[in-house]
């Protein structure tokens, strides 16, 4: 099936620095990616849609100058979480479908990223 | 706005059956999928069923919808120690979103 990679795994960083995400699809374009957020004990929450090619859309409540999102090609986009503080500290994970194929629907999940800011 | 609930919590002994429960409000959704995530890990699809049919059955996952009361099932044939995890049901809007469940903690002890 198709794959979606996630880098890096798992991240530690200074309170106030900045945190690129990257979300790959390897095998397949994806003019739409998803990206979500999960809390300790926590469902999935969906935090924005990242189109290729123009502005993500963020859900309600989520800061769109502090979750920057960068969908620049088909196969690549990117989360980043800026001025970082304790409290972004998270599992995120990407999502992508090849909407090329419109027999599948299936959405593929990167591994994840566990963000620490200490 | 949508939403998706589930139980929080199953306790099964092993070699026994597991039904997992999930209600959802968005009467337009496509499709409705189980995801599982074991600690630490990212989500693991595990079946999927179109929202015109009411079963489908994959080895020991058996999923049931009903779609009148909008309510999705999995069941977990000859539950494993390995299949202690948390299992998500989530719906795929007609915007392709997905929304998930708050996930459901199955314990399965021997």
């Known amino acids: 099936g198709a794959v979606v990679s996630q880098h890096p795994s798992w991240v530690i960083c200074k309170s106030g620095t900045s945190v690129k995400i990257e979300c790959r699809s390897l095998?397949?374009?994806?003019?739409?990616m998803f990206w979500y957020r999960q809390f300790p004990k926590q469902s999935l929450m969906l935090m924005a849609t990242?189109?290729?090619?123009?502005?993500?859309?963020?859900e309600q409540g989520v800061e769109k100058d502090k979750f920057l999102i960068n969908h620049a090609s088909l196969t690549l986009s990117t989360l980043t979480v800026t001025s970082a503080h304790p409290e972004d500290s998270s599992f995120y994970i990407c999502?992508?479908?090849?909407?090329?194929?419109?027999?599948?629907?299936?959405?593929?999940f990167g591994q994840g990223t566990r963000l620490t800011v200490v | 706005g949508e939403d998706v609930e589930q139980s929080l919590f199953l306790s099964v002994r092993e070699g026994d059956s597991s039904v997992i429960n999930c209600t959802y409000t968005d009467s337009s959704s496509t499709y409705l999928y189980w995801y599982k995530q074991e600690p630490g890990a990212g989500l693991q699809l595990l079946t999927y069923?179109?929202?015109?049919?009411d079963m489908k059955q994959d080895q020991r996952l058996t999923v049931l919808l009903n779609k009148k009361d909008k309510h999705l099932s999995l069941r977990i044939a000859d539950t494993q120690t390995g299949d202690s995890a948390i299992y998500f049901c989530a719906e795929q809007d007609n915007t392709d979103k997905l929304i998930f469940g708050t996930g459901t903690r199955l314990q399965v002890f021997p």
């Open positions: 990242s189109n290729e090619g123009s502005k993500a859309t963020y």
């Open positions: 095998d397949f374009q994806a003019t739409t």
């Open positions: 999502s992508a479908r090849d909407l090329g194929q419109s027999w599948d629907t299936e959405a593929f």
């Open positions: 069923i179109f929202s015109n049919m």
